[in-house]
């Protein structure tokens, strides 16, 4: 499936955002990503999902190498990224425009339905709550088909309510096209809620710190003592990723 081979990212500027991440995903789960502010989140995905290249690795798609965006990665941004002159359903078929006609709108119509908008098509998206107009993202970014759905803290801009709305949503949609799924939060309790996995990393540059299995049945029960015992593990191991490593002093 998707495999992160030894990636690391130098920005023109001098900045090691990333410095050797080795991931590899399996068919079919959820691996969330989380990690303090300037631990190489984002650009970890803009790697994996080709818009941007390593200064070193790979990024491989069943053992092809990924250099530039393909249709087997989708990727949905923390906003919606919608366009305003596009109706709802246009944006939704706006990756699809190849197929045809009856197809495309057999498929944009199913979407919608997927995640409830069904009476939204023909709306543009400035009439969309903040929660409507990511559904539509998600519709949008699945559309293609992808085998791997990259999620940049999708759920971020949300209130709570909303956002967990959201995510039992997005739980949803995975179960019935069984994708991959590759999430990216700041939320520890989301990445509980949604993962098989869960990835800490480290900043300065980013790397990984810990992997955290969650062998939890769903859907899952967050004021269970299970679930609130696998969000101490996260936490604890954020902590430690957080914790700055002690100078060492050089004595001349």
């Given at each position: 499936?998707?495999?992160?081979d030894h990636l690391s990212k130098t920005y023109p500027n001098g900045t090691l955002a990333l410095d050797g991440v080795s991931l590899t995903l399996r068919?079919?789960?959820?691996l969330a990503v989380v990690g303090g502010s300037g631990c190489g989140k984002s650009t970890l995905l803009r790697l994996a999902s080709g818009l941007d290249?390593?200064?070193?690795?790979?990024?491989?798609?069943?053992?092809?190498?990924?250099?530039?965006?393909?249709?087997?990665?989708?990727?949905?941004?923390?906003?919606?990224?919608?366009?305003?002159?596009?109706?709802?359903?246009?944006?939704?078929?706006?990756?699809?425009?190849?197929?045809?006609?009856?197809?495309?709108?057999?498929?944009?119509?199913?979407?919608?339905?997927?995640?409830?908008?069904?009476?939204?098509?023909?709306?543009?998206?400035?009439?969309?709550?903040?929660?409507?107009?990511?559904?539509?993202?998600?519709?949008?970014?699945?559309?293609?088909?992808?085998?791997?759905?990259?999620?940049?803290?999708?759920?971020?801009?949300?209130?709570?309510?909303?956002?967990?709305?959201?995510?039992?949503?997005?739980?949803?949609?995975?179960?019935?096209?069984?994708?991959?799924?590759?999430?990216?939060?700041?939320?520890?309790?989301?990445?509980?809620?949604?993962?098989?996995?869960?990835?800490?990393?480290?900043?300065?540059?980013?790397?990984?710190?810990?992997?955290?299995?969650?062998?939890?049945?769903?859907?899952?029960?967050?004021?269970?003592?299970?679930?609130?015992?696998?969000?101490?593990?996260?936490?604890?191991?954020?902590?430690?990723?957080?914790?700055?490593?002690?100078?060492?002093?050089?004595?001349?």
């Amino acid at each position: 499936m998707l495999q992160l081979d030894h990636l690391s990212k130098t920005y023109p500027n001098g900045t090691l955002a990333l410095d050797g991440v080795s991931l590899t995903l399996r068919e079919g789960e959820i691996l969330a990503v989380v990690g303090g502010s300037g631990c190489g989140k984002s650009t970890l995905l803009r790697l994996a999902s080709g818009l941007d290249t390593p200064s070193r690795g790979r990024v491989l798609l069943d053992g092809q190498v990924v250099a530039e965006p393909v249709a087997r990665i989708g990727m949905v941004f923390q906003e919606p990224r919608l366009l305003p002159w596009l109706s709802v359903a246009e944006n939704v078929a706006f990756g699809i425009r190849e197929l045809p006609e009856a197809q495309r709108r057999a498929r944009v119509e199913a979407l919608l339905g997927e995640v409830g908008l069904s009476d939204y098509a023909a709306r543009w998206p400035k009439e969309l709550s903040g929660g409507q107009a990511q559904r539509v993202a998600i519709a949008r970014a699945l559309a293609p088909e992808p085998d791997v759905l990259l999620l940049d803290e999708p759920f971020s801009a949300l209130d709570a309510f909303t956002r967990i709305d959201l995510q039992d949503h997005l739980i949803r949609l995975w179960q019935h096209h069984k994708r991959t799924f590759l999430l990216v939060t700041h939320d520890i309790e989301e990445a509980v809620a949604l993962a098989d996995r869960v990835v800490v990393m480290k900043p300065d540059p980013g790397r990984l710190a810990a992997e955290i299995p969650l062998d939890l049945p769903r859907p899952r029960l967050r004021s269970s003592a299970p679930f609130q015992a696998a969000e101490r593990a996260v936490r604890g191991a954020l902590s430690d990723a957080l914790r700055r490593e002690p100078q060492r002093t050089i004595l001349n």
